[in-house]
């Protein structure tokens, strides 16, 4: 019984020797696996593109609405009987156009009388300039007083001065019956009438209104941070700037207008309850394409870069230091460089410092990508696009 139980001993000590060496071998051989397939990973493939320098301006949109350069009151300057408008209304009416006519007839007899009182006036003063004549004559003979001297030089300047106020009656008068055709006073388009035909108005009754189209208004709100663009604008306007501020309009549908702007206007102070300041940027109107009240987009050019680089955005990855980019050098290895940024414009991410004109990026297949791996450039410099 002893004899079996060491055999069995033995035998048992045998077998966890022999596994345990099993175990061993087939540890070694999974590492020595696992470092041949960590060695012999392909290449990450990528995607680059060349950087290339030129000129990048950065521009932002501000929402608008439209208005007319002039919104002219049409109102009466005298009283009558409104008895004709000569134009449609919503019409498009030039300078000068008639729009209403008012009854002549009684500013045609205050005409009149103002006339028969001009020639009573100058009737009084020949008669007073012959008794001054007469008077004078005599007193020069000691023939009359110095007081009746006197009378007559007074009659005669009341008779002068008679005159003055009927010659202005007249031209009154002559104002009043011209006011009676009421003309635009400036282009553009009519609103409804105030009062139909057969109306008695006053004078300053308001007739109807003209909003003139061209130019065009469309006032907008900067944020308090675009300061450069408010101390561009008022140089422009005082005549010490180099150049006006341009502005592009953006249409409901996406369309650019195609007629140029420029902001001509930008407020003193900031409104304190939305943070912004008050603009406003002309366009020339000539078709009549933007109608008052309507919201459009001001494109204004913020900033303007020369000889510099921009990139996709997606180009730029976070780094331990920074924004940083990867370049392909020419034994195809990545090198991760560090950059400073710049705004963005267009969607590309403008690069002040540490990228160069002709360097090799990479825009695909970042994703765990490290400094100084391997890369398979999956395109050419052609299919991968410039700037």
Not at 199 to 219: A, K
């Amino acid at each position: 019984m002893r004899i079996d139980n060491v055999h069995r001993s033995t035998a048992r000590k045998g077998l966890l020797v022999a596994g345990l060496s099993s175990l061993f071998f087939l540890s070694a051989c999974s590492n020595d696996d696992a470092s041949g397939q960590q060695d012999g990973m392909p290449p990450a493939a990528v995607v680059v593109e060349r950087a290339v320098a030129g000129d990048v301006s950065v521009r932002q949109d501000y929402a608008g609405r439209a208005r007319g350069a002039r919104e002219v009151e049409v109102r009466a300057r005298i009283q009558g009987i409104l008895e004709e408008r000569l134009y449609e209304e919503g019409q498009m009416v030039q300078e000068g156009d008639p729009l209403f006519r008012i009854d002549r007839k009684p500013a045609e007899a205050a005409l009149q009388r103002a006339q028969a009182q001009r020639q009573v006036a100058e009737a009084d003063v020949r008669q007073a300039e012959r008794e001054w004549n007469r008077i004078s004559s005599l007193f020069q003979r000691n023939a009359v007083s110095e007081r009746e001297r006197d009378s007559a030089q007074s009659a005669l300047e009341l008779a002068q001065a008679s005159l003055a106020v009927a010659n202005a009656g007249v031209a009154q008068a002559d104002l009043d019956l011209g006011y009676t055709s009421v003309t635009a006073p400036v282009s553009g388009v009519t609103s409804l009438e105030d009062f139909p035909e057969g109306s008695l108005i006053s004078s300053g009754t308001l007739l109807t209104t003209i909003v003139q189209l061209d130019p065009i208004h469309v006032r907008f709100a900067l944020p308090e941070n675009d300061a450069n663009i408010r101390r561009a604008a008022r140089e422009g306007m005082r005549g010490t700037g180099e150049q006006e501020v341009a502005a592009r309009l953006v249409l409901a549908d996406g369309q650019e207008y195609q007629q140029d702007g420029q902001i001509d206007f930008t407020a003193s102070t900031l409104d304190p309850r939305t943070g912004t300041v008050s603009a406003r940027a002309v366009f020339g109107n000539p078709e009549n394409v933007i109608v008052p009240g309507q919201f459009v987009r001001v494109r204004v050019e913020l900033q303007s870069f020369e000889n510099t680089i921009a990139i996709p955005e997606k180009a730029v990855t976070q780094g331990p230091n920074g924004p940083v980019v990867y370049v392909v050098d020419d034994e195809s290895t990545a090198r991760a460089r560090e950059v400073e940024l710049g705004p963005v414009s267009g969607g590309r991410q403008i690069i002040l410092n540490g990228l160069n004109a002709g360097d090799r990026y990479i825009v695909s297949g970042l994703v765990n990508l490290r400094d100084g791996a391997e890369v398979e450039v999956t395109n050419t410099d052609d299919e991968g696009g410039s700037d």
